[in-house]
């Protein structure tokens, strides 16, 4: 499956932003979906995910009650919205794709290429 996000840019603190990952080229309601982020000098880690049907979201405790995850499997893509967000949110957001595994990891089958989100205070 291939998977091209968008939606990044500069955002103030107090603002919003939604990212939105497009999939083609597999059978998108399979996958699990999830969000990853990359600071600079930092490791990747996990934002959020969600189960096949959308029924299970599930959070970094850093942007719980921030962020919200969402899924539409008749158009191919998963969002994340961005509330509130404050400048450690800054990185590169990659939304990813599997067919199973731990909620929580970052550990995923798909990639895109990721987006640029950067937060100003």
């Known amino acids: 499956v291939q998977l091209q996000a968008s939606g990044g840019g500069l955002v103030q603190t107090g603002g919003s932003l939604k990212l939105s990952c497009a999939a083609s080229?597999?059978?998108?309601?399979?996958?699990?979906m999830g969000w990853i982020r990359q600071a600079p000098r930092k490791e990747r880690d996990f934002v959020a995910s969600i189960s096949q049907s959308g029924g299970g979201k599930y959070y970094a405790d850093s942007v719980k009650g921030r962020f919200t995850i969402s899924r539409d499997n008749a158009k191919n893509t998963v969002y994340l919205q961005i509330n509130s967000p404050k400048p450690e949110d800054t990185a590169v957001y990659y939304c990813a794709a599997k067919l199973g595994g731990s909620y929580l990891s970052t550990r995923y089958d798909y990639w895109g290429q990721g987006t640029q989100v950067t937060v100003s205070s």
């Open positions: 080229g597999g059978t998108f309601s399979s996958y699990v």
